[in-house]
């Protein structure tokens, strides 16, 4: 096994245990919680890049499926995914996978284009989320669209912009040791 595929899953298996690990933490709002995981959702793909990202959510998700309490609260099952929140967690695989896809700066850029397109690429991944959960949860529970934007959305606007505003800052400042986590392990 390379170096480089070794650095690799260790960032993959530490973006999961975050992920994991801020799903234990939950304010209840009604049917959807206010959960931290959606800030290490958007940061594994920000920081390991898109296949990082990708691999660290479905390692969440499948853990989560298979019955360890990784899901908002300490919760699991599949039951959890077929639920009314199910369509968020899904949406966490688009989150991962655009954070990673669209935050690449470039080395030696400028400070300001890269904190700009960070605070881009967190506001559109995190957004990402809600595009299969909202539609998910209208349908899981037979609401109509504005009960299930003001039960699925409003609530978080204030908590989603503060995430946003902490995944623009550690990524702007820790993209640069990642890469070269990243690179070293190419160059062994």
């Known amino acids: 096994m390379s170096k480089q595929l070794i650095r690799r899953t260790v960032l993959t298996a530490v973006f999961t245990a975050l992920i994991a690990a801020s799903s234990l933490f939950v304010l209840p709002v009604g049917p959807v919680p206010v959960v931290m995981t959606t800030l290490f959702v958007v940061l ?56 990673g896809l669209l935050f690449h700066p470039k080395e030696g ?46 609530p978080f606007i204030p908590g989603f912009l503060i995430k946003t505003a902490a995944a623009t800052a550690l990524a702007f400042s820790m993209k640069d040791r990642f890469r070269d986590f990243l690179k070293s392990g190419e160059e062994e």
């Open 109 to 154: 850029g400028s400070r300001g284009m890269t904190m700009v397109l960070a605070a881009l690429s967190a506001l559109i991944a995190g957004a990402l989320i809600y595009v299969p959960g909202l539609p998910w949860l209208k349908y899981s529970l037979s609401m109509d669209w504005a009960t299930a934007i003001k039960a699925g959305l409003l």
């Open 44 to 99: 594994s793909g920000m920081l390991g890049g898109p296949w990082i990202g990708l691999s660290s959510v479905i390692t969440y998700l499948l853990l989560g499926i298979i019955g360890l309490p990784v899901f908002a609260g300490g919760t699991a099952g599949l039951a959890k995914v077929m639920g009314p929140t199910g369509g968020f967690l899904i949406g966490y695989i688009l989150a991962a996978l655009a954070g």
